[in-house]
């Protein structure tokens, strides 16, 4: 069993993690230099060194087939490698892996076995390895239906944005699309009222009546100006509330009664959502390089 120091050095060496450098050593007899370059052809080495990078780009990806759909969410640091052929054929192996099987989190998800009989994250490692850039699957979800429920869903042409709506049974379909292509343009965070997360709404409620309180607005009617600021915020965030794009004369709840329809589950994916991106100077980095020399 290769030592706790030797496996310190291998890392120092390739920023592969604990359980890659002890395999790595175990597979060469101990020897640091054969260990090393066991990394690299495995791609390991290379992928290791990019795991501190941040991947903001990428594609959503739908796959429905009968009562069940998957939406997924695979990450790139550039839109570059997001629109090459060797990432969307990526994206599509690992979509298909991961709606075959029983995963439940990112975790289980990356052991799965893909159609090249090597798990996600090798299939990751390896691509990062080819093109340099670090690939990761940041999230999925899998809804399943009944026989008479309905699946609705829209991609926006950049595969930047997915929504996937499960509908109430007899639903129209083409009132759910409708209605999946408004949740795209609009971004409401939560299906309903009945959904929005507790934590967040006392955060936003606390800053909207710090902001009134700010106005100098009188200290009796400041506590029914804020219900007001909430009422109107939740009709913003809240998918069913929102006005309905194709009809503003309507909410979408209102659009979706008119037409016998009804959601039962809701969920939006935007490429990068969430994540802090790193502004680059291109032309300040140029000129940090060139004081090097």
């Not at 659009?255 to 994916?269: A, E, F, G, T, W």
Request: proline share 2%; net charge neutral; charged share 30%.
């Amino acid at each position: 069993m290769a030592s706790m120091e030797l496996i310190k050095k291998l890392r120092d060496m390739t920023q592969a993690g604990v359980m890659d450098a002890k395999k790595a050593l175990e597979e060469n007899g101990d020897d640091l230099d054969k260990a090393a370059q066991w990394l690299r052809e495995k791609g390991i080495a290379k992928a290791a060194k990019k795991a501190s990078a941040v991947a903001t780009e990428g594609v959503t990806r739908i796959l429905i087939e009968g009562n069940k759909a998957i939406l997924v969410e695979i990450n790139s640091q550039t839109d570059f490698v997001a629109m090459s052929d060797n990432f969307i054929k990526l994206v599509d192996e690992i979509t298909l892996a991961i709606f075959r099987s029983n995963a439940k989190t990112i975790e289980e998800a990356l052991v799965i076995k893909t159609h090249s009989n090597i798990t996600v994250e090798e299939a990751c490692i390896q691509l990062t390895a080819k093109i340099g850039e670090k690939i990761i699957v940041r999230r999925f979800m899998i809804l399943e239906k009944s026989n008479d429920e309905v699946f609705a869903h829209y991609t926006h042409s950049n595969n930047k944005i997915s929504v996937l709506l499960k509908l109430k049974p007899q639903s129209n379909v083409t009132a759910g699309r409708d209605v999946a292509m408004h949740a795209a343009a609009m971004a409401p965070r939560f299906l309903s009222q009945n959904e929005v997360d507790p934590n967040w709404l006392k955060n936003e409620t606390k800053i909207l009546t710090e902001q009134t309180i700010s106005e100098g607005k009188p200290a009796d009617r400041a506590e029914m100006i804020v219900k007001g600021r909430v009422k109107k915020l939740l009709a913003e965030v809240c998918l069913l509330d929102q006005q309905f794009v194709k009809d503003p004369s309507k909410t979408v709840r209102e659009y979706l009664k008119v037409n016998n329809s009804d959601i039962i589950q809701y969920i939006r994916y935007e490429v990068g959502e969430g994540i802090e991106k790193k502004v680059v100077d291109f032309a300040a980095e140029v000129a940090e390089q060139m004081n090097k020399k």
